[in-house]
């Protein structure tokens, strides 16, 4: 029998995002599919753009779009990043690394990512909290 | 598909005087399909006198749909006479909770000390079964199950039955975190498996007023339900799920604030009441 067309969002990724539009942290919300679905406020300065302006982006473009690079500047792959692991692994990962804004500002972060698992065998979604430690690194 | 509400109070059972006309029973809901197949939403009071209606006749098998194990939507299941006899053929379908079955569930309550004869000693042994993600048919309906915003595992029913599509959520709250007037719907709970349904059975339990004291409760407002009903482009806007303190006269007054709000939508909305009979088409 076919899958039935659901036309929303899974439930956790809606609640998720709900977290996310509330907090202060920067927090990334993937679906399933990997697909950005949102990034809220507090992740803006730190991406470098709105999410109004980014849009939903499937995985390939994301994980590309801020460059993101090892402390050595060397580039991470999708499956390398926390938001990967946590995708492709379903376990949370966490890593220091460094990303390329939209305006050009490269900045050092750490993220924390988390897999979404409605049930043990039931992946719907993943997020990440992340944190801008530039200024941390600098001094 | 023909439709009987058995009860459709929300959260308490609410005798007396003052509900006699909306009634004081708590969620259920008869189905009678196109095949004759005969499927239950929700086990709350209600289904202690559906289930004496049943027990005149007993049909072949009986399938109950739970949206959620919330007392006012299961405390009626160890009542329910057919559970009792040892020949019917009981399918009890609802939602697990990420780490247990729904039987697991069910057991907590239909146990001592909260009841006095175990599940696994109930003479039907029904068979429980999770609600699967994907499409599957009761009867002659196809049945999608679709988590929707409630506190702990809750899903909406879809059924489809040649076409008629009837829709049940008696619990849920979609404005949890979006604007609804302003929200695309994708990101609107429940919108999926409400999307053009010929009857929509929803959660309007508070005023605008009370739901502003009770955000996260996971019920809806007059406007809240009258708004999604709109969204999800539904034909028939049935409201359920009546907070007990409301009285037949406030839930009349309810109903003329739902019917401001909804306008000429060209659609239909009421109220549910015990004993109503809704026939599609």
Redesign the interface.
């Known amino acids: 029998?076919?899958?039935?067309?659901?036309?929303?969002?899974?439930?956790?990724v809606?609640?998720a995002?709900?977290v996310a539009?509330?907090i202060a942290t920067p927090m990334f919300v993937v679906d399933a599919e990997g697909t950005l679905v949102f990034f809220n406020e507090a992740a803006e300065p730190v991406l470098g753009q709105t999410f109004a302006d980014a849009g939903e982006m499937k995985a390939d473009e994301w994980s590309m779009v801020w460059k993101p690079c090892d402390l050595d500047h060397r580039p991470i792959a999708l499956r390398e990043l926390p938001l990967g692991v946590a995708l492709f692994e379903r376990r949370p990962a966490h890593r220091e690394f460094i990303l390329v804004g939209t305006d050009g500002v490269e900045r050092h972060v750490a993220a924390t990512a988390l897999p979404l698992?409605?049930?043990?065998d039931?992946l719907v979604g993943a997020v990440a909290l992340f944190w801008d430690r530039s200024s941390e690194a600098d001094s | 598909m023909h439709a009987k509400v058995w009860g459709c109070r929300g959260s308490l059972a609410a005798p007396g005087p003052e509900t006699v006309h909306y009634g004081g029973n708590t969620s259920c809901v008869e189905l009678r399909l196109q095949d004759e197949s005969v499927v239950i939403l929700d086990a709350g009071t209600g289904i202690r006198a559906l289930g004496l209606k049943l027990a005149e006749e007993p049909p072949p098998r009986i399938d109950i749909l739970l949206t959620h194990l919330h007392l006012d939507h299961l405390e009626g299941l160890g009542f329910f006479t057919p559970l009792w006899e040892r020949k019917s053929e009981l399918h009890i379908w609802g939602p697990a909770s990420p780490l247990k079955s729904l039987e697991d569930r069910i057991a907590t309550y239909l146990s001592p000390p909260l009841f006095p004869v175990h599940l696994s000693d109930v003479p039907s042994r029904p068979t429980f079964h999770d609600v699967p993600e994907e499409e599957w048919m009761v009867g002659s309906a196809a049945v999608v199950a679709q988590p929707v915003s409630h506190p702990g595992p809750t899903v909406g029913y879809r059924l489809d039955d040649d076409g008629n599509v009837f829709v049940y959520m008696p619990d849920h709250e979609p404005a949890l975190g979006v604007d609804l007037q302003t929200v695309s719907p994708d990101w609107i709970s429940g919108y999926g498996v409400a999307f053009g349904a010929d009857v929509l059975l929803h959660d309007g339990q508070y005023t605008e007023e009370e739901y502003a004291m009770k955000v996260g409760w996971g019920h809806s407002s007059t406007e809240h339900v009258v708004t999604f009903a709109k969204i999800a482009k539904v034909r028939r806007l049935v409201m359920f799920h009546h907070d007990p303190l409301h009285t037949d006269a406030d839930l009349e007054v309810i109903l003329a604030r739902a019917r401001e709000l909804w306008g000429e939508n060209g659609g239909e909305i009421g109220l549910a009441h015990e004993g109503m009979e809704i026939d599609l088409p």
Do not use: P, V
């Open positions: 029998m076919q899958r039935w067309d659901t036309r929303q969002k899974n439930l956790l809606i609640l995002r709900d539009s509330k698992l409605a049930h043990q039931e």
